[in-house]
T-cell receptor
Framework: DAGITQSPRHKVTETGTPVTLRCHQT?????MYWYRQDPGHGLRLIHY???????DKGEVSDGYSVSRSKTEDFLLTLESATSSQTSVYFC????????????FGQGTRLTVV | KNQVEQSPQSLIILEGKNCTLQ??????????LRWYKQDTGRGPVSLTI?????NTKSNGRYTATLDADTKQSSLHITASQLSDSASYIC???????????FGAGTRLTVKP
């Protein structure tokens, strides 16, 4: 899995509570990404980072924030979880617009009840 | 609109048979096209990546083709195995660092 670890792997939380998902890489990649995957949809970009403290929004960023205080860690926070944020979340590394490899983590299954 | 459409949505074949999965896209401008395999409960794993100038690329029993003029790609799986059961995802990138467009995938089931 190219040195990418997501935690937790599974989480159930209540509506309105904050949740933080962690992505840790050991590949020293500059670029890191958070996606969500829902049935019938392709993966959709939430936020991405192009360096420490450098982040930008993706296609479905509403309700999510991110932080990257060091190269190896990229955190995704749901400030106040909603049922529509029930999904599988994937972290990825690699420069995705280039012709080089992009690697994905194992995913975090989040259920908001 | 920058879309990636895959067909069929799902497919069941017998072990040992061949199959072809389709990907049509409207993404523009084009940087590259990737095929990923995603096993249940795991993240996607890259099979092939093709740039504009490449029209075929193989990875073992997997062969991807690309027709950039018609904006179509296919993934051909030869002599299928039970372990090929997975979702196969077509991804088209535009130039830049944050613009990969994902298809919804084809769910392949290989039966003994």
């Amino acid at each position: 899995d190219a040195g990418i670890t997501q935690s937790p792997r599974h989480k159930v939380t209540e509506t309105g509570t904050p949740v933080t998902l962690r992505c840790h890489q050991t590949e020293n990649h500059r670029y890191m990404y958070w996606y969500r995957q829902d049935p019938g949809h392709g993966l959709r970009l939430i936020h991405y980072s192009y360096g420490v403290k450098d982040t930008d929004k993706g296609e479905v960023s509403d309700g999510y924030s991110v932080s990257r205080s060091k190269t190896e860690d990229f955190l995704l926070t749901l400030e106040s979880a909603t049922s529509s944020q029930t999904s599988v979340y994937f972290c990825a590394i690699g420069q995705q617009g280039s012709n080089t490899e992009a690697f994905f983590g194992q995913g975090t299954r989040l259920t908001v009840v | 609109k920058n879309q990636v459409e895959q067909s069929p949505q799902s497919l069941i074949i017998l072990e040992g048979k061949n199959c072809t999965l389709q990907c049509n896209y409207t993404v523009s401008p084009f940087s590259n096209l990737r095929w990923y395999k995603q096993d249940t409960g795991r993240g996607p794993v890259s099979l092939t990546i093709m740039t504009f100038s490449e029209n075929t690329k193989s990875n073992g029993r997997y062969t991807a083709t690309l027709d950039a003029d018609t904006k179509q790609s296919s993934l051909h799986i030869t002599a299928s195995q039970l372990s090929d059961s997975a979702s196969y995802i077509c991804v088209v990138s535009r130039p830049g660092n944050n613009d990969m467009r994902f298809g919804a995938g084809t769910r392949l089931t290989v039966k003994p």
